[in-house]
Each structure stands twice: as structure tokens, then as C-alpha cells.
């Protein structure tokens, strides 16, 4: 790494960032009892270093699921500077070169759909689509069809319309009141099986969103609100026979579907996108973190064509269309960056990879499970895996939460940082995520295994 510049900063950069900046998801007291903000200057394929020169392994892309395609790459640093050099921002009522070209390479990749609309996070692009669901209520169904159902465990993002289309209660504590016409369905985690006596746990589950609807009017809901394989609230690969039933009950009912890939999208986990596992056809698909590797800001709200015809059916009434502003949805760095993204994934055979690597590491999960006692389930897709954590396997009982964040901080010790589910559901947080660049190599995955091994043996014995 370059430490040119370091020798006579540290203490006033680590001072400067004491007093004022304020962290995400952090408890700042103990940075006024002894403990330095951790300040990272500089990243390289798989690696980070802090300002100190520490070395880290990041199994995390940049700590939540964003760096797809790894550090320093200076094509993506040097397509957005032509760029910006040339044409920066014009509001997005208005096209632009990158985001053009950019629609067209993604809508390849997602047979069925077919419009792009930018902004500049995934909670953004899940906002404008739930207001497209409103504005589809008001205008085709006399104020019918407005409510969005969203799943126990799944999390869609921080604002507060978001949170109240958000299925972890402990990040929405405190945060409340929230909007009105948000409906929650039960989780589809077969570890912690709701329906015992069911013969299949996958249809017992989707049909437990039936009932909602039932329960609910049909009439009353607009759409269905998911992850494909649920992120912060537990790495939950939904069940067999769940999205096909899921699918089934949203056609019968009339009801959107509308796909949060704000995690899974643009190679995470092996496809180009979550629901291309599960045979899944959706009206909204978001996207966000992976979309431009965290090179620059952007989301995608995309729909189908049926959608978008609802906005543009009736050029008289002049409230018809959709009229929502983002004004970064207006830059063009992110729509350039996600072009030169995308080629990288695809030149580097990284989907490939990242199907690789992954089933590779799950086998090393499952293979530390026989030594660790404390592991009570290992699951995930592509380089999107988990483990959770339990005081043991018979009764399930969750890990205390300290001590998963032990294991966490043992392995930073030991260079590699990975991460656990943090606020999300009261009582579980209790899964260690893992999320490494879709670059992994066999001997990243080694390192980041024996790590966690190493830790676990640290922390539990
Ligand atoms: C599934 C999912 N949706 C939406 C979001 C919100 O994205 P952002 O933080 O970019 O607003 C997140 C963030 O972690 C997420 O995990």
C-alpha cells in the first residue's frame, strides 16, 4: 500500500473523524473510551488496509454485499472520468449516453423486462417502486389494490416508508410511527420451521402469504414485496416449491410482484440475478450495491412493459404519468460505472466463479460444522452464505448476540473481515454472513475458512 502520505496524518485524520463524523450502525462511546474508529485508505482485489497499514482480507465487499467485482480497478476509475470530464449531470427527465447503453446491456440480462428507471440507493429504488404501485392504485383501481405485503426477516431499506416495508423489528424500533398500508407475511426459514406438521415446509409457507391476502381482500393488496434469499435478516434461501407457489398466488390474486435485489442482483449469487434460480416471473426487480461494485451511487427501479403502460395510457390527464424526481438519478458516473461493471463480470467469467467459489465454500462451512458444535445451520447461494450460530443444536437456541459479534471481531484479528447480522431480528442476531468479492480464489476462501475456524475455537473452545 502507499504509506507516503500517512506518517504525519494518522492521529489528525483519526482525531478529525472522532469529533465529527457520525458512523453508520455504530455506537460511538466506545471511541471516547479507549477505541479508534477504524479508517480504511486503500483496497486491492480481495484486500483492504487501514490507516495504520493493517492488512485485511474483506469477506464482506466492503462490508455489506457492494464491492462485487474487488478493489482498484482503474477501468471502472477511468471510464467514469472520461465521462465526467464530458458530460456529468443533466436531470433524468432528459437521456444520457451511459444510461442508455447501460438499460439496454441490463435489460439483456433479464428476459420479461423491460424499462430502467435510476436513482441513487436501494432504498430509493425501492421507494419509487412502491409509489408506482400507489399511483397504479389511484389510477386503475379507484384507490383499491394500494397495500404492499412484505415477509418477517426481509429488509428493504432505511427510509421510513421502506421500514415500514421492513420485516426486522429491531432495526424499526424507535423508528416508528410508520406509513400506513404495509402488511407483513411469515418468513420462509425452514431452520426455524413454523409449520412442523406440514408435509412440505415450501408450500406450507407460501401458503401462509395466502392466507394474508385472504385475511387482508385480495382487493385491498397491490403488491408482494420479497427478497429472492433474504440478506440481513439471515441469509434465508427460501424452500422448495416456495417461489413457484409464490408466483401462483400472486397471479391468481392480481398482485405485483416486486423483487428486492438490492443484495442478490448483478452475480452475487451465481446468476445474474437471485430470482433467475427459482423460475420467477416479476414486475419490479430493484437493484443497487452490486450494480456499479460501489465505484459509484445507483439503483434501478426496473419493471415489465405491462407496468410501465400503466403510466402512459392516458396522455390527457396530467397526473398521469409517473412523476417522481431523483435528481442524482441524473449522474452519469453510475450508469457508466455499472457498463464497465458488467463487462468485467462477464469478460472474467466471474458468474462462473462466483458459482464455483461458493459451492467450494459452503462445503468448507458444512466441513467446520463437524469440529464446531456451535454451528447449527450453514446456508446461501453463490458468494452469499451464512452461518448461524446456536447454544445448541438440539433445541436451536440462539448464540447470544456478543458472542457472535466475538467471532467476529476475532477474525478481524486475524486479518479477515466478515460479518453477522446485526439489528435485524430481536433474539437472532445470530448468523456469521460471509459475502467475499465475486474474484475469490480457492485460497481466499481457505483463508477466510480457516479464519472463522480459528475464531470459533477462540471464542467457544
Ligand atoms: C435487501 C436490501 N434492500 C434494500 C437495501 C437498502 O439499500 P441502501 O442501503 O442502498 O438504501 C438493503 C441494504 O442493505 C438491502 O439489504
Redesign the pocket.
Known amino acids: 500500500m502507499n504509506t507516503q502520505h500517512l506518517a504525519n496524518d494518522v492521529s489528525s485524520i483519526v482525531e478529525a473523524d472522532r469529533a465529527h463524523v457520525w458512523h453508520q450502525l455504530t455506537q460511538h462511546a466506545p471511541f471516547f473510551t479507549g477505541a479508534d474508529p477504524r479508517i480504511i485508505v486503500e483496497g486491492k482485489g480481495m484486500r483492504v488496509w487501514d490507516i495504520n497499514g493493517r492488512e485485511f482480507l474483506d469477506a464482506v465487499s466492503g462490508g455489506?454485499?457492494t464491492v462485487n467485482v474487488g478493489y482498484g480497478r482503474e477501468s471502472i476509475a477511468n471510464a467514469v472520468r472520461d465521462q465526467l470530464v464530458k458530460m456529468n449531470y443533466f436531470a433524468a427527465s432528459t437521456g444520457s449516453i451511459p444510461s442508455s447503453i447501460f438499460s439496454e446491456k441490463l435489460i439483456e440480462k433479464m428476459p420479461g423486462m423491460s424499462r430502467v428507471y435510476f436513482s441513487?440507493?436501494?432504498?430509493?429504488?425501492?421507494e419509487k417502486a412502491f409509489k408506482m404501485v400507489r399511483q397504479i392504485s389511484h389510477k386503475h383501481h379507484g384507490g383499491k389494490k394500494s397495500k404492499i405485503l412484505y415477509r418477517d426477516r426481509?429488509?428493504?431499506?432505511?427510509?421510513i416508508a421502506?421500514l415500514s416495508a421492513g420485516g426486522q423489528d429491531e432495526r424499526n424500533a424507535q423508528y416508528g410511527p410508520f406509513a400506513p398500508g404495509f402488511v407483513s407475511v411469515p418468513h420462509c426459514l425452514e431452520y426455524r420451521n413454523q409449520y412442523p406438521d406440514a408435509e412440505d415446509y415450501g408450500i406450507a409457507a407460501a401458503n401462509a402469504i395466502e392466507e394474508v391476502i385472504l385475511r387482508e381482500g385480495a382487493d385491498t393488496i397491490g403488491a408482494l414485496c420479497l427478497?429472492p434469499i433474504?440478506?440481513?435478516g439471515g441469509v434465508i434461501v427460501p424452500p422448495k416449491n416456495y417461489w413457484k407457489r409464490v408466483q401462483e398466488i400472486c397471479k391468481k390474486y392480481e398482485i405485483l410482484l416486486h423483487i428486492?435485489?438490492?443484495?442478490?442482483g448483478i452475480g452475487r449469487t451465481g446468476k445474474w440475478f437471485g430470482y433467475q434460480h427459482f423460475d420467477i416471473e416479476p414486475d419490479f426487480v430493484?437493484m443497487?450495491?452490486g450494480v456499479a461494485s460501489g465505484y459509484a451511487a445507483i439503483?434501478c427501479t426496473v419493471t415489465n412493459e405491462k407496468v410501465f403502460d400503466l403510466f402512459k395510457d392516458d396522455p390527457s390527464d396530467k397526473l398521469s404519468y409517473f412523476r417522481d424526481i431523483s435528481t442524482f438519478g441524473g449522474c452519469t458516473a453510475g450508469p457508466t460505472a455499472a457498463i464497465e461493471n458488467l463487462r468485467i463480470i462477464e469478460d472474467e467469467n466471474l458468474l462462473e466463479n462466483t458459482q464455483k467459489m461458493g459451492d467450494y465454500c459452503l462445503a468448507g462451512l458444512k466441513e467446520l460444522m463437524n469440529n464446531h458444535d456451535v454451528i447449527g445451520d450453514v446456508r446461501g447461494a453463490g458468494l452469499f452464505l451464512g452461518a448461524e450460530l446456536v447454544e445448541d443444536r438440539e433445541t436451536k437456541k440462539p448464540m447470544d448476540e456478543a458472542k457472535v459479534q466475538a467471532v467476529v471481531g476475532k477474525c478481524a484479528e486475524l486479518g479477515v473481515l466478515i460479518g453477522a447480522t446485526n439489528r435485524s431480528v430481536p433474539g437472532f442476531n445470530n448468523t456469521l454472513c460471509l459475502s467475499p468479492a465475486l474474484i475469490a480464489t480457492k485460497a481466499d476462501i481457505d483463508e477466510i475458512l480457516s479464519a472463522i475456524d480459528q475464531a470459533l475455537t477462540a471464542v467457544f473452545g
Do not use: I
Open positions: 455489506v454485499w441513487n440507493s436501494g432504498s430509493e429504488a425501492n426481509d429488509y428493504h431499506g432505511t427510509t421502506c427478497e433474504t440478506a440481513g428486492d435485489e438490492v443484495v442478490c430493484t443497487a450495491k439503483s
